[in-house]
């Protein structure tokens, strides 16, 4: 697994070892069961929101962890801010984090003014309009399964204008919270009206110019890429949780590790994790660049085919004691069959993938390869 | 916990800027009507496309210029390597040579050995075969039976090897055979030696795979002689030394790409409107393609920075041959055709009937899947 020390830069590190630090005091067994409305939980931290630590992280500089110095951020490398993500991925952190990190960066590059306030991304799904109104512009829709909706400062979403020319949209004060859904890790998602909200016209932006036209990207594909991120934690997680049990646990007077068929179960397993890493850091690698939105497809589309994989043997190997919520493993799983599906499953990125491939046909598709591994294609 | 060596660094510069000469290579034996992409795969052999690609200093990148190789970095030849395999070209006569036996007799040859034959390696010129399969011993190579016994300067061998693919053609063999007892761990008393095909005692019996093809065989050495200046590596060591092998036959992109012209075939017959079907499954494909060229990448990082990484390399072999399965399979289903082998002008009916007809092999050569799961259960701690 990786650690700070192999962050390049140093000030990299720091702040992968100080979220750790801050993971570890803060995330009790008990704040995690709250959060995951787990039997015998008291209170639902989905209606908690654990304002301690989401100061803490604030405190630390966290939400702006992406955006560059000059604009007020700490200005990590994006493969170190997907690392950070991975960590969060990794401890099931109830709080969104990942999609402020990821926000803010894609908010400060178009331009737009960043704040350390909590945030979350919109996924894509109905359009919102945006119209002109004489303090800015005026919002028609309504948008749903919207992580944290209910609790964030600010929102982040794809629009159109009438033209159909897409936008990106900073709401500071969401509209009229309609309904909470849960996803099935029990994270708050919420449906919203926007209609009839009123941002001002600083709120409403280009998308970067990282790349031009169709490969733009979007906050559903920003969305897609923090999922991706967050899967390979989870996915270290499950795996991690797998060998561990396979190795304590006994029947028939040994270890489970030492039966072949769950060697075999654990080295698949073990592959999908490899294949779901490689394309996460591809994408990771693509941040800002005009690969990003092709690289963060393929990155959702292996990371979300590896979680149902994972997560079956992950919960095979721990046998009937991984199917209870007593056992942590499902602060994993639960979460991979959550976030496989969020920001557009991994079967809508693979059509996208795939109509891009065969649009080009075949003989572009090497060049297409080896232009995405940064190469010269 | 565990953890893996794979890095998501882009290929330095000077390998890139290796891409350009060996596509205008490839481009001109295309235009030259040397191969068809479809119909050939780098275990076809074609000695004097090897020759052609030897003359334009695409073999032996990576071995030194004393021994008429090019100096470079294993990096520039990952690039030359997928980039003939993207191609479909005829790599069988000098892809083994390249991939591992000549850096073999590089790293544990004796002097002797390595300027008879490494410097025609780099030329394109001599083929070898990899003779370590018997009988008896397939996934349990420490089983091998076929015994070097020393006879003054030299050794005499006798036994048999099989499924030694292009052992018909190659000038030699790198074989695993027995000089000693196993021991405990049963890896002990295993040399390896080069064998020329050429030398009295050796015969080769073929045998045919399921498209009706030779390409692998039956090797039979009766009182070989072989001089102990052919011998790679001490006396007993063979065992580390094809684990070492191991690592550079398993991690390529020959382990995922052998089909990769199936799926260009499929991407054209499919043409530029998919229908969700289609373009879901060839999406899949492409996102599990883009993982294993990353790690398949980093893999050759590791081996050209010295490092062995057996695991990493069995997890690329056991992704990507699933892979290099899977991509028949769905091919059908995409597009509903009857495969043929001899459905002259029909590119997307031959290549995928060769390759249903060839893809049990992938799980098979150069490790069973099996056996791969095993090896990456013990870089998990598990074994
Ligand atoms: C096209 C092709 C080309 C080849 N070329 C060469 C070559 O050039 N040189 C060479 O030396 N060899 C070559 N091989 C041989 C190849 O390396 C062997 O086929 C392979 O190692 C498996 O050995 P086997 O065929 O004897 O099968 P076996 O070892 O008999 O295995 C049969 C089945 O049992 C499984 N099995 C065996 N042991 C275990 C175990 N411990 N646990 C679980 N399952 C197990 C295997 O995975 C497999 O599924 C080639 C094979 C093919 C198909």
């Known amino acids: 697994m990786d650690h700070a020390a192999e962050a390049g830069d140093p000030v990299d590190g720091i702040v992968l070892d100080q979220v750790e630090r801050l993971l570890a005091q803060h995330l009790t067994p008990a704040l995690l069961a709250a959060c995951d409305g787990a039997a015998g939980a008291t209170a639902r931290a989905a209606d908690l929101w654990p304002a301690d630590l989401w100061t803490a992280l604030a405190e630390s500089g966290l939400p702006l962890a992406l955006v560059p110095e000059a604009e007020g951020g700490i200005g990590l490398a994006a493969t170190t801010a ?84 897409p936008h990106l949209v900073r709401i500071a004060a969401p509209g009229t919270l309609r309904d909470t859904h849960h996803n099935l890790a029990g994270e708050p998602r919420d449906t919203l009206d926007l209609t009839g909200c009123i941002v001002p016209a600083a709120d409403v932006r280009a998308a970067p110019g990282w790349a031009a036209g169709a490969g733009a990207p979007s906050v559903e594909s920003v969305g897609a890429w923090v999922r991706a991120q967050q899967m390979v934690g989870a996915l270290e ?41 490689a394309a996460a850091d591809l994408a990771a690698a693509c941040w800002g660049d005009p ?40 602060r994993a799983t639960r979460r991979l069959w959550s976030w496989r599906d969020e920001f557009g499953s991994d079967a809508l990125w693979q059509e996208r993938i795939g109509r891009a491939v065969c649009a080009g046909g075949g003989a572009a598709l090497w060049p297409m390869l080896v232009r995405l591994r940064g190469g010269a294609g | 916990m565990h953890s893996f060596r794979f890095s998501a660094e882009p290929l330095p510069p000077e390998a890139e800027a290796a891409r350009a000469s060996v596509r205008a290579f490839l481009d001109a034996e295309r235009a030259a009507g040397h191969f068809v992409p479809h119909r050939t795969s780098w275990t076809t052999f074609d000695a004097a496309f090897s020759r052609r690609a030897g003359a334009a200093g695409l073999i032996g990148l990576t071995l030194p210029e004393a021994y008429g190789g090019h100096g470079r970095s294993g990096l ?112 002990g008393g295993l040399t390896q030696f080069i064998v020329d095909m050429a030398a009295p005692g050796v015969t080769v019996r073929p045998i045919l795979d399921l498209s009706g093809h030779h390409e692998f065989n039956e090797v039979f050495f009766t009182d070989y002689r072989v001089a102990d200046a052919m011998r790679v590596g001490a006396e007993g060591a063979g065992w580390g030394l094809v684990t070492e092998e191991l690592a550079f036959e398993r991690s390529g992109p020959d382990r995922f790409l052998s089909d990769y012209r199936l799926l260009v075939e499929l991407v054209d017959r499919i043409g530029p409107e998919p229908d ?33 990484p057996g695991v990493e ?71």
């Open chain 1, 82 to 165: 997907a690392r950070l993500i991975r960590r969060c991925g990794r401890a099931a952190l109830p709080l969104p984090l990942p999609e402020t990190v990821a926000g803010a960066a894609l908010w400060a590059a178009t331009g737009g003014q960043v704040a350390e306030d909590a945030l979350s991304l919109v996924p894509g799904g109905g359009p919102v309009r945006i119209a002109p109104h004489a303090e800015g512009f005026v919002l028609d829709g309504r948008v749903a399964q919207v992580p944290w909706g209910g609790s964030v400062a600010a929102l982040l979403l794809d629009a159109v204008d009438a033209a159909g020319i």
């Open chain 2, 76 to 187: 520039v030849r990952f690039v030359v390597t997928e980039e003939m395999l993207a191609a479909g070209a005829p790599c069988g006569a000098h892809w083994i040579a390249d991939r591992q036996s000549g850096p073999q007799i590089h790293r544990h040859g004796t002097e002797a050995a390595k300027r008879a034959i490494l410097p025609r390696i780099c030329r394109g010129e001599c083929a070898f075969g990899i003779g370590m399969s018997e009988p008896n011993s397939g996934s349990d190579l420490a089983a091998v039976r076929t015994r070097a016994v020393r006879d003054g300067d030299g050794w005499v061998i006798n036994g048999s090897k099989i499924w030694t693919t292009n052992a018909h053609q190659v000038d030699y063999l790198l074989a695993l055979v027995r000089t000693g007892e196993p021991g405990p761990d049963r890896h």
């Open chain 1, 291 to 330: 690969r990003f939105v092709l690289a963060t497809a393929i990155a959702k589309a292996r990371c979300g085919e590896a979680a149902g994989h994972v997560a079956a043997i992950g919960h095979q190997i721990h046998g009937a004691m991984g199917f209870t919520q007593e056992h942590p493993l499902h």
């Open chain 1, 237 to 277: 997680t499950c795996l991690g949780s797998a060998l561990a049990h396979a190795q304590e646990r006994q029947q028939f007077g040994r270890p489970l590790a030492k039966f072949q068929a769950i060697q075999h179960m654990l080295a698949e397993a073990a592959g999908h994790v490899a294949a779901a890493t």
């Open chain 2, 276 to 308: 969700r079907f289609q373009a879901v499954e060839t999406g899949r494909m492409v996102a599990q393609l883009t993982a294993l060229l990353g790690m398949s990448a980093s893999v050759a990082r590791l081996l050209d920075q010295g490092v062995v």
């Open chain 2, 313 to 383: 390399a069995a997890l690329v072999k056991d992704v990507g041959n699933g892979f290099e399965r899977a991509v028949p399979e769905i091919a059908r289903r995409l597009v509903p055709v009857e495969p043929s082998l001899t459905a002259q002008g029909d590119a997307f009916r031959e290549a995928l009937g060769g390759v249903t007809l060839r893809a049990p092999s992938f799980t098979l050569r150069g490790g069973t899947r099996e056996v791969l799961r095993g090896v990456i259960a013990r870089g998990l701690g598990l074994r």
